[in-house]
């Protein structure tokens, strides 16, 4: 063991006995004694005017149970005290050697002098929608974050810097909470929460976020992909391989969860946010482990205004490109009763460009001879402006129409795609395409 140590420990275990010794040690347990001299006078028994007089000192007493007090030597008791004191500065002494100067610095001093300057933190990695304070150049800055990530901040440590970087930045909780500030009033309210991607990882865990209407008690958080896995086919089932099976047709609710419900009239509400310290496992379920989680913040993010119609929060475009694309990248592929939409890797406009928040929100139907056989909704997130296409999507995303389709000839069904506005709506979009295009589903 390091000697250094030995005399740290040393040092608090004799203070911490002293300490103990000269403030409990010597209690009255029923004798009467002078709270002076501590003289025990328990045969001397009170004058005619109820007072007690010390034959040692002469001092006075009044009331019986002064004379049943504790004694207290805070000589001895400062001695100790200082003893305890001198142990934690040698192992701040022996930590700042050893490890550096900056390992020194108390957590508790440390969370609220970490620089919050811009100048000190480089944003330069950070994608065009992404917030500033990102990666800190700062050494007081980056020492904090590392006793973060390693999990050696107290809860109440971890929610002050969480705080003050927040209260600085707040596009980190706007990554992690995605509303809109108008929406239509006869539409249920839904906001999007997310995964902190680029907040501080905190003791080797994920920070999952949920929101609410202020004043109402039930929170709401969407799922991540761990649980939308849960809606695709399991992959025996899936006649589309295991990669990217089909995601099933309720998948909105689990990623837009709904905070409000619609309205007759106009209304405003503030939206509350909390950020929860989640530990995730094989099999979990997000809400039970949300609600016995470890919040890290919570606070009021904005306000949304509910009035008006989907027109009035959305504006509309048509564009024969954008038709032609749509109709060439996007597929519906059959296998058995098995029918789902899919598209593939397309193009996306840049950072920067004129409509970096229009999306393609669509509705494909599953058409015979007129009728619906069944219907998906999906989004293409950022598409470019003259294509409609988007290069980040993954290698295959698919969507499931129907698995009980039971028409023999493949050749007499069609699908038709057209724009779905609430998809754009609840994605945060306010540019929308509009149009119909209809494709033929092919055998897999």
Known sequence: MDPWLILVWGLVAIGTVLLAWSLFSDRAKGRKRCRKCWYAFDEINANGDGVTTCPECGKEHTKPKSMLRTRRRWRWACAGLLMVMLSYASHIVHIGMTQGWLRAIPSSVLVFIAPMDEKQWDSTDVIWEGPRMYSPVSPLANEILNRLDAGTLTHWQTRAFMRRLIDTEPALINSCIVMREKWPVDMPLRVETRFGDYLPSIDGKMVASRARVKGTSAWHASQDEI????????????????????????????????????????????????????????????????????????????????????????????????DRNLADHVRCVRSGSYICIEYGPLYRQMPGSEHESWGLGLQAELMHNGTVLGRAQFIIDNPNKDTGMNIFSPPTHRYLLTETCDVQHTGELSVRITADPEMCLIDGHTICWNGTVTIPVQEK
């Open 227 to 322: 649980s939308i896995a849960e809606l695709r086919f399991q992959h025996e089932k899936n006649p589309f391989g295991t990669h990217q099976p089909p995601l099933a047709t309720d998948w909105q609710d689990r990623l837009y969860p709904i905070i409000a419900p619609s309205g007759s009239a106009p209304f405003t509400v503030e939206v509350e946010a909390q950020l929860v310290l989640v530990d995730i496992d094989s099999d979990w379920n997000l809400e039970a482990l949300l609600d016995k989680s470890p919040v890290v913040w919570q606070g009021t993010i904005g306000t949304i205004t509910v009035s008006g119609a989907i027109d009035d929060c959305i504006t509309f475009f048509e564009s024969e490109e954008v």
